[in-house]
């Protein structure tokens, strides 16, 4: 039950990514958060995004996310216990997309709206703004909905990946159906 309501997450809402980068979405963040740190989260989250989502790279999206994945979302409490459980979601949602079964999606950060901050001896943690866009074949991106994203960071070898994600306050667009 739980691998279905998170395949229906991300088939929904959250399906593809807009390439983002620290000049296009300025980042706020905190005194001891450096130039690099912020450059480095917003490209593992655009990494992340278009691997996961925008292009179902399964094998890219394999390095992307620790073991000990966790995934909570506000409207269906706790969908993944481990980055395999996580991405055998991706995999269902890219095998529905080319059935027809899920509809493609994008999502886009706010501008302004992402906060980066280091965690030490660990990796960092990333809050921001991100708005769902419906992608219907042959017409326009449709706005679906809007959320809050708490994302935590770790550097694992030299590399970042996604340990924990938290998604809340998401609000469908005016005239959106849920």
């Keep these: 039950m739980r691998k279905q309501i998170t395949a229906l997450f991300l088939t ?3 399906c593809a990514s807009v390439s983002t980068s620290a000049e296009e979405h300025p980042v706020v963040s905190g005194p001891s958060t450096s130039s690099e740190l912020v450059a ?10 278009d691997a996961v989502f925008n292009n179902c790279d399964l094998d890219a999206s394999q390095d992307l996310v620790t073991d000990d994945f966790e995934f909570y979302h506000d409207k269906w409490g706790k969908n993944a216990d481990s980055g395999a459980e996580f991405l055998s979601s991706v995999a269902d949602m890219c095998e529905g ?3 027809g079964r899920n509809v493609k999606a994008r999502r886009e950060l706010v501008a ?9 001896n660990f990796g960092a943690i990333q809050i921001g703004t991100h708005k769902f866009y419906g992608l219907p074949e042959g017409k326009e991106p449709v706005l679906r909905e809007t959320g809050q994203f708490t994302h935590v960071w770790q550097k694992v070898s ?9 998604s809340y306050d998401h609000k469908p667009a005016q005239g959106a159906s849920e």
């Design 12 to 14: 929904g809402i959250a």
């Design 40 to 49: 480095e989260i917003t490209d593992a989250d655009r990494i992340l995004f």
């Design 97 to 99: 997309r080319q059935s």
């Design 112 to 120: 302004d709206s992402v906060k980066i901050y280091p965690l030490n």
């Design 158 to 166: 030299g590399k970042w990946k996604l340990a924990r994600v938290l």
